[in-house]
């Protein structure tokens, strides 16, 4: 069944999908992955702009955060045995970031990353929302019907807007491969980006099968709604730094730590999305600096509705690097449609931090 204003033939997908070799997802036959050759130019185009990223703009964690304060005290504090003692011991040793528990502990900082493996993810159903919504943003900005994947760089004559051109990325990098023009921008007519979200390995399926749900973001209020620095909404990023230090070890859930893979001898994997997003048009805020900054973090999913906005970006001061109030571009959407998990990135830290000693609680 077309969906409704597109025609059958405009819905396209990515010229680099493979046309076999697609594989059901072992947990989940509601999406199928296949992998990207290592040896491909798309392969070696990833991986090279990862770590051109974490190179431009390295990331460490404010001190004591408190999102990362809070994650470990639940863990200590968890009764279901649901985390092992390795798991307990690691949050114990990342508290001590706190002053009153000596602040010896350093918070974690980014670093070079090796890429071990790319699957593409292709569902149907996603895929097909997706590109509808970027149609509708393409029809709005009054250029061609037809919604193509690979855009050109449009001419000056040529109708529409570039809503991305005031937007200072993390890194950029022209004709990584061929199929794409730039990363991490795609499309500046529709402002479709490819950008980073961190999350779990078991989250990972969840949302490659069923999509991503604004709807979930975590409300921290007790008398007014606390949602993350952008309100309420699915949150991505275009520094692969920031999300390096957001990334626990799925052994004991540190995002520096020494763990190894019993199998290969070498640091035991971290699994992030690379998703298309597309933003449409922008509305900045600068939620550190905004007077109504705590009014920002209240702003539900209807926040946007009746505005000339598709999507929110908060920047630091003038969106320079060398700031500790927000260092990183944060972007996010209010309308699941606007993004596609497209890659599941396995990667490495390269250099092991044996700062952590076990010992007993």
């Not at 009764?79 to 307990?88: D, H």
């Not at 709005?140 to 449009?154: K, Q």
């Not at 600068?286 to 007077?291: A, R, T």
């Not at 990183?328 to 396995?346: L, R, S, V």
């Amino acid at each position: 069944m077309p969906l409704p204003h597109i025609q059958d033939g405009d819905i396209v997908v990515p010229s680099y999908w493979p046309s076999r070799g697609w594989a059901p997802w072992p947990e989940n036959p509601a999406f199928q992955v296949a992998e990207l050759p290592r040896g491909s130019q798309m392969f070696q185009a990833l991986e090279r702009y990862i770590n051109g990223n974490i190179q431009a703009r390295s990331f460490r964690a404010k001190k004591a955060e408190r999102t990362r304060m809070q994650r470990a005290e639940a863990i200590l504090n968890d009764t279901t045995g649901r985390y092992s003692s390795l798991w307990r011991q690691r949050a114990a040793y990342r508290l001590k970031e706190k002053p009153d528990l000596g602040g010896t502990t350093p918070p974690p900082e980014s670093g070079p990353v090796d890429v071990s493996k790319i699957l593409i993810i292709q569902n149907e159903a996603l895929w097909e929302k997706y590109e509808h919504k970027r149609y509708q943003l393409r029809s709005r900005a009054g250029t061609s019907l037809r919604s193509m994947v690979v855009e050109p760089e449009p001419t000056r004559s040529q109708p529409g807007y570039n809503t991305l051109a005031p937007v200072q990325w993390t890194y950029s990098v022209e004709h990584p491969c061929p199929g794409w023009r730039s990363l991490p921008v795609l499309d500046v007519l529709r402002g479709e980006v490819l950008m980073f979200h961190g999350t779990s390995k078991d989250v990972i399926p969840l949302i490659a099968a069923g999509g991503f749900d604004p709807n979930r973001c975590q409300n921290r209020g007790t008398v007014t709604p606390d949602y993350g620095l952008l309100g309420k909404g699915a949150y991505f990023t275009d520094s692969f730094s920031k999300l390096m230090v957001y990334t626990g070890c799925n052994k004991c859930g540190e995002a520096e730590c020494d763990c190894v893979s019993v199998k290969q001898g070498l640091p035991t994997n971290r699994y992030s999305l690379m998703c298309r997003v597309v933003l449409g048009s922008l509305k900045r805020r600068k939620p550190y600096e905004d007077l109504l900054s705590d009014e920002i973090r209240r702003e539900d999913l209807d926040s946007l509705n009746g505005s000339a906005f598709d999507s929110v970006m908060g920047v630091g001061p003038d969106n320079r690097v060398d700031t500790q109030i927000n260092p990183t571009n944060e972007f996010i959407i209010k309308d699941a449609a606007q993004a596609y998990p497209e890659f599941i990135i396995y990667w490495r830290r390269r250099t092991l931090t044996p700062t952590f000693k076990p010992s007993k609680l």
